[in-house]
Antibody
């Protein structure tokens, strides 16, 4: 069964940067698209970004476009989310999730999440 | 952006009874809709994809139906372990969007 473990969250000030990582195991990593989904305290989930299995295609929510960059290293079975110019409203638990294909399918497996807090 | 609306916000059901949750999309999503269960302090867990296909290991008490813009998640023979927030999510078009959730409480 797929296992996803996020890391890299923490407390940062507005305008600062953070890089999240998600280590995957239990499946052929390069065959699956990977996504980041966040959830602000007390709110529902919000899709953030998705990357193709081969890394050749990416998609972003408008709220993070131009500030966040998703990438992956298939040799390390790891997906990343580089977050720049962080805002208070980016405060959330960030989950990585496996998706069957880049342009279709549900979020089949989720990690346990990593908390990002943006505050001065 | 595709808006996904869930109702009711909260549902209180007795053990052994049936819970019926609704999800509506602002435009047709065909059957490109999923349901997730989230318990406090945990990540969401996939229950249903393709509007009606149960994920691996999900009990048959959970069933999904619908297509186009109207969808339903039904939980039969409700158990205390089913107390959670349930979200629907469309994956027919970018951006991928979630509903606001329905909290299922056990009476």
């Amino acid at each position: 069964e797929a296992q996803l473990v996020e890391s890299g969250g923490g407390l940062v000030q507005p305008g600062e940067s953070l890089r999240l990582s998600c280590a995957a195991s239990g499946f052929t990593f390069s065959s699956y698209a990977m996504s980041w989904v966040r959830q602000a305290p007390g709110k529902g989930p919000e899709w953030v970004s998705t990357i193709h299995g081969g890394g050749g295609g990416t998609a972003y929510a408008d709220s993070v476009k131009g500030r966040f960059t998703i990438s992956r290293d298939n040799s390390k079975n790891t997906v990343y989310l580089q977050m720049n110019n962080l805002r208070v409203e980016d405060t959330a638990t960030y989950y990585c999730a496996q998706r069957s294909t880049f342009s279709g399918g549900s979020f089949d497996y989720w990690g346990q999440g990593t908390l990002v807090t943006v505050s001065s | 952006e595709m808006v996904v609306t869930q109702s009711p916000a909260t549902l209180s059901v007795s053990p052994g009874e049936r819970a019926t949750l609704s999800c509506r999309a602002s435009l047709s999503v065909s059957t490109n809709l999923a349901w997730y269960q989230q318990k406090p302090g945990q990540a969401p867990r996939l229950l249903i994809s393709g509007a009606s296909t149960r994920a691996t290991g999900i009990p048959a008490r959970f069933s999904g139906s619908g297509s186009g813009t109207e969808f339903t998640l039904t939980i039969n023979s409700l158990q205390s372990a089913d107390s959670a927030v349930y979200y629907c999510q469309q994956y027919n078009s970018w951006p991928l969007t979630f509903g606001g959730g329905t909290k299922v409480e056990i009476k």
